[in-house]
Structure formats: C-alpha cells, structure tokens
C-alpha cells in the first residue's frame, strides 16, 4: 500500500479544514493539494504546496519586458511567445512543492537534476520500511544491443519469472539481514547508517522536492519523454497531468514548442531548404555525421 494508515488520516484532515487567502490559487492545483497520486507498486507523488499561476507568468513578464509585450493581446498568446522565444525567468515566478515515494535506483537518477531543493528521509536516523520496487513482468526486458542505457525485448515467460524470483528474494534476504544488524529494543547492533548499505537500490525511499516551473519543464522534457527510463517516466507523467490542472496556458505551450516540437541545427535547416527546392540529400551530402543524420530522418519520419 503506497500510503500509511496514519498518512491517510493526515490527508482528510488537511482536505477537510479549507482556508481563505488572499493570495493567487489555482482551482485546477486545488483539487491535488495533498492527495497521493500512485505510481509503481508503492510509490507515489501528492502535491504538498504550489506558489502562482498562469496569470503569475503574465504578471512577471509584463514587469520584466513592458512594451516588448504590448503586442500580445492575452494571457495564452503571451506566455505561447514567451515558451517559443525561450524565456525561463517569467516561468520561474510558478514553484511547486511535492512528496514523492520513490526507489532508490530512481532517486538517484532523479537527483542529477540539481535545480531544485531536496530534503530526503534519513535512514541515518530512521528505519526504512520492507517495501521494494518489483516490476511487472512487462517491465522487465533484456539490455538494448543498439543502446547502451535503454532496454530491449520484454523477457519471456520462464526467464522473467526467473528474475523476479530472484528480485524477490533478493529484496527479502537483504532486508533480513538489515534488521538482524540494527540496534533496536535495547538490543546492541549495527548503527542505522551502516546497517543501511546493506539495502538494495529498490527499496522506497521519500522524499519533498521543491522547484519552479522553469526547471519543472525541463524536468518532464528529458522524464516523460518516450525514451526515458519507465520507471522515472511514470512519475513525470503523474507529475505532468498535475501540471496541466495548475498552468493550463503554459502546459499547453510546453507540449507544443518542447514535448512536440524539434529543435534543428544549422546542417538540418540546411538540409530541409534543399530538400524544399527539390534537390536530393543524402548523410555524404548532408554534413552530418551518421548518427546525425540517423536523428534527422527519425524527425521527418515522425
């Protein structure tokens, strides 16, 4: 179960007792604050706090450019010119607080995105709960021979229920041995910090992860792309549909000009204004590299 007894309660109350405020809301934030959207087997990501809204971006660039936005007549048209011309600060005036359960091994992916304030679960001074990320038997498939961090083929029946066995037992053994090692109830052992790097990286971890919508987009950009690794894609998609309710203009402008669009390089331009005029380009005429060029027919084949 993604969340506690305890957790639960702590959520009704906090939806139960509603404030007035003075400050910006969004309604559509409003119905995620503090609910546990589930993601994995145990995992999942609530919203715990949020500052601004579509209407905060506006605000913000209006200050910041004055006439350079008078052309734009709404709050949609400006924050669409806003994403195409690649302004980040006006985005940066929305922040977003979340609780996220997590495993390990996703975490620490998760962390290389160093724009944002962390404040994770200390197993220094506490005890991790025997909870750990098992996949489904669809998730589970052999290395890429073409690419040395994704996935290839789906196991197969006999050799999936091999691994998961194996997962499974592991996870277990390890877990065993990390409370026999724990001083607890007056009985000497192991310190929490040591005991712990006998855990394996699937177990849950939790953490609150604060950051703005700047870097929130570029977050989801690489996360819930189609070639990110399933388990942090299923969070940045959760993480995504909450982001839609909240800024709708400047979510919408994301899937536009980021998820679905292209950026080019100068070869590329190139490349299509030849093509246009008729002429036929190949990868020797190009002046791209293979790999390059792989890139560029996977954009115009799309």
């Not at 906090?14 to 007035?20: A, I, M, V, Y």
């Not at 200390?122 to 709960?129: E, G, K, N, P, V």
């Not at 037992?169 to 790097?197: N, T, V």
């Not at 390089?265 to 380009?281: P, Q, T, Y």
Request: proline share 3%; aromatic share 10%; net charge negative.
């Amino acid at each position: 179960m993604p969340l506690t007894p305890d957790q639960i309660a702590e959520i009704e109350e906090l939806r139960s007792t509603p404030r007035q405020t003075l400050r910006a809301v969004s309604e559509g934030m409003e119905k995620h604050l503090y609910l546990a959207h589930e993601v994995l087997d145990h995992g999942f990501v609530r919203v715990i706090d949020y500052m601004g809204d579509d209407a905060a971006i506006c605000q913000a660039a209006r200050v910041s450019y004055g006439k350079g936005t008078k052309s734009v007549s709404n709050d949609e048209g400006l924050i669409r010119y806003l994403m195409r011309h690649w302004h980040s600060t006006p985005f940066e005036m929305c922040e977003i607080k979340l609780h996220v359960k997590l495993p390990v091994f996703v975490a620490r992916q998760w962390i290389r995105h160093r724009t944002a304030n962390v404040n994770e679960y200390s197993a220094r001074y506490s005890i991790l709960d025997r909870e750990f990320y098992i996949p489904e038997p669809d998730a589970l498939a052999a290395q890429s021979t073409v690419n040395n961090q994704g996935r290839g083929e789906v196991l197969g029946g006999a050799e999936a229920a091999r691994v998961l066995e194996i997962l499974k037992s592991d996870s277990a053994r390890s877990y065993d041995h990390y409370e026999e090692m724990l001083s607890q109830e007056g009985k000497a052992g192991l310190a929490r910090e040591l005991a712990r790097m006998n855990l394996p990286a699937n177990i849950y971890t939790q953490w609150y992860w604060k950051v703005d919508l700047h870097n929130l987009f570029h977050f989801l950009r690489l996360r819930a792309d189609a070639h990110a690794q399933f388990e942090i894609r299923v969070y940045a998609e959760a993480i995504a549909r909450v982001v839609a309710d909240w800024v709708p203009f400047a979510y919408a402008a994301f899937e536009d000009y980021r998820m679905g669009g292209e950026t080019l390089s100068a070869k590329a331009l190139d490349c299509i204004r030849r093509m246009l005029k008729g002429e036929e380009v190949t990868q020797e005429t190009s002046g791209m590299s293979k790999g390059e060029w792989r890139e560029f027919q996977g954009v115009l084949s799309e």
